[in-house]
């Protein structure tokens, strides 16, 4: 079984607070998380702390369920601040976890800064964030894996791409976003809430 080391939640981690108060601080200098400090990164950052601050505000899916967890589980957050899609789904995810699963501590990382963590947990091969890695706090085994999109959403992606080929980087992103906006969060936590189903009692 894949196991998570320890020096990666007592070293390198951060609580989500600490993420936001560390992007606000580099926006303040001008800078975003990562080596790439170009303009249109810090732009990116900018504009995803503004999304941040919105859903942090934004009204939970009604509907949802709290699990009995077997045994201490924690998450590991690997992700980025220029990084559009970790904008539109940690918030919900910190509200759920705040509201149905108290009990779970999140542990944010940052990819480009710790590369040796990121590539321990690839999707197809590739960085993709955000990543979620589910863990148990005792053992250190992981647990379960998710992202770094919602399955639904991920689907419709990659089909939109098809029916329309030859679009930019940002027309692509612009219309992702905007699934994201309609869908209001029912995708992501519908995905996650099915990950703490499977390690309930």
């Given at each position: 079984m894949q196991k998570i080391?320890?020096?990666?939640?007592t070293d390198v981690s951060m609580s989500y607070s600490e993420y936001r108060e560390l992007l606000?601080?580099?926006?303040?200098?001008n800078k975003t998380t990562g080596d790439d400090q170009s303009e249109e990164r810090i732009s990116y950052a900018s504009l995803?702390?503004?999304?941040?601050?919105?859903?942090?505000?934004?009204?939970?899916?009604?509907?949802?369920?709290?699990?009995?967890?077997?045994?201490?589980?924690?998450?590991?957050?690997?992700t980025e601040g220029w990084c559009g899609d970790s904008a539109q789904i940690v918030p919900w995810f910190e509200q759920y976890l705040e509201l149905y699963q108290p009990e779970v501590k999140s542990y944010f990382i940052l990819r480009d800064d710790n590369p040796q963590v990121m590539d321990s947990f690839l999707t197809n091969g590739t960085r993709g964030i955000p990543k979620f890695v589910f863990f148990n706090e005792e053992t250190l085994d992981v647990l379960a894996l998710w992202g770094p999109r919602p399955e639904k959403i991920q689907k419709w992606f990659l089909s939109m791409k098809e029916e329309q080929p030859g679009l930019s980087k940002d027309e692509y992103g612009l219309q992702l976003h905007q699934f994201y906006t309609k869908d209001k969060g029912h995708e992501v936590i519908a995905d996650l809430q099915r990950v703490f189903q499977s390690l309930s009692v």
């Open positions: 080391k320890r020096s990666w939640l606000d601080d580099l926006l303040l200098a995803n702390q503004k999304r941040m601050q919105r859903l942090d505000k934004a009204t939970m899916p009604s509907g949802l369920s709290s699990f009995k967890i077997k045994g201490k589980v924690g998450v590991m957050i690997i």
